[in-house]
């Protein structure tokens, strides 16, 4: 991943823009696959704000950036606890970005030949 893809990534999330998770899926690709084995019915918008804790957004940052007060946003992340069964004392952003360690995508590097 460029520097300059994830810099705009972030920039992306700053501004609530639409493009937001696109980018993010071209990135992290295995993120989004993972949440979806554990839940194949989870919504875009909930993976938008999964993307962002897996940036490690504070709460207060989420809310900001997505222009909702800080308890939306603690709601938000008890009903995404609920719904992919994480357990109230594992710390939400942390689990987030075990998702890539846990995917059996992840690791996989695009071969030389497969890049041309």
């Given amino acids: 991943m460029e520097r300059n893809d994830f810099n705009h990534l972030i920039a992306l ?6 493009e937001f998770l696109a980018l993010f899926n071209e990135i992290y690709p295995e993120f989004v696959a993972s949440l979806k084995t554990i839940n194949p019915k989870i ?3 909930e993976l ?3 993307a962002m804790t897996f ?3 504070s709460t207060k940052n989420i809310a900001q ?6 308890r939306a946003v603690q709601v938000r992340k008890n009903r995404l606890r609920k719904k992919l069964n994480i357990a109230s004392d594992i710390d939400f952003n942390n689990w987030m970005r075990e998702q890539i360690q846990r995917n059996p995508l992840a690791g996989k590097e695009q071969s ?3 890049s041309i």
């Fill in 13 to 18: 999330a700053k501004n609530n823009n639409a």
């Fill in 43 to 45: 919504r875009s918008s």
């Fill in 48 to 50: 938008e704000f999964c």
């Fill in 55 to 57: 940036l490690n957004f």
């Fill in 65 to 70: 950036y997505t222009f909702v007060t800080v």
């Fill in 112 to 114: 030389p030949d497969e």
